[in-house]
Structure formats: C-alpha cells, structure tokens
C-alpha cells in the first residue's frame, strides 16, 4: 500500500537489524521522538550467544564505554531466555548512539546473532509482520506526544 504523503523515518536501524520503525510526516514530532534529550525508550529483544554472565549484564546496565570511548547512559537489561545455544535479552536504552545495543554487547563480548527493536516510547512492535505496516492509533499517538512534553 502507498502513503499518500511525505513522511521521514524516526530514527533507522542498521542494515542487521529488524523490528519496528515509525514514520511521521511532521518533523518536530520525529525530532522530539529521537532527541536524547526526551530520553524516550527503545526496546530490542537481542539474542546472542551464550555464555552470558551477571558481570556483563551489570556492565552493560550500569553503562558501558564503547569504542569511540563515549559512555552510554544506564540501561534497562532483562534475561527472558536462557537456552544452550542462545540467550534472549530485552534491553532498553533512552539515547539511541549509532549502533549502540550492538556496540554494548560487542564492549562486554557478547555476539549478537539477531536484534529486534520492539517498541519505541510506548509504541509496541506486536505481531505485526516485516515489511507491513499499520497507522498508529490516537491512544498511541497521545502517548508519544506526552513521552515527549507535546501533548496537543
């Protein structure tokens, strides 16, 4: 289905990555969705590949250095799978650097074989399929613009 107006992608994902993406074609909103500032969460289910221990968890929520020797912000690290051969986490930061779920995984060795984003602010990715798309609801909608100070 085509769009029938203009509309920019909020914030993107790396070539490796899948999940959920927003488009807007109001640009302050996009803006206020990515700007660090607003600290809006983003959600990844990441799988990688075990061993994975407590001491690179805490690392990793407590905030890690990266390669270019930035810090990131604390993060949100949950452990919803445990099995042989991977480990699901669900991680959740408020920055969004370039490739920074990647890039904290790689700074406590961690591989990371799959990366999900599966909500932004509280906008939840659900079932919907790749490649499809649906319109945000008003509740949705409402809720962004609070996450971001811009209710109207």
């Avoid at 930035?70 to 480990?87: F, L």
């Avoid at 961690?110 to 906008?123: K, M, N, Q």
């Avoid at 399929?129 to 613009?145: N, Y």
Wanted: hydrophobic letters at 40%.
């Amino acid at each position: 289905e085509d769009v029938d107006t203009r509309v920019y992608p909020v914030g993107r994902l790396d070539k490796d990555s899948e999940g959920l993406l927003l488009f807007t074609n109001d640009g302050d909103f996009a803006n206020g969705i990515m700007h660090p500032s607003r600290e809006v969460s983003k959600t990844y289910r990441v799988t990688v590949r075990p061993p994975v221990n407590e001491d690179q968890l805490s690392t990793m929520a407590a905030g890690v250095t990266l390669d270019d020797g930035t810090k990131t912000a604390p993060a949100n690290i949950v452990t919803q799978v445990v099995e042989a051969e991977r480990v699901v986490l669900l991680v959740t930061i408020h920055e969004g650097k370039k490739r920074e779920v990647r890039r904290m995984c790689d700074a406590v060795g961690l591989e990371v074989a799959r990366l999900r984003r599966i909500s932004i602010g509280p906008v939840k990715l659900g079932m919907l399929k790749p490649g499809a798309w649906r319109d945000l609801t008003s509740e949705e909608v409402r809720a962004l613009r609070q996450a971001i100070g811009k209710e109207r």
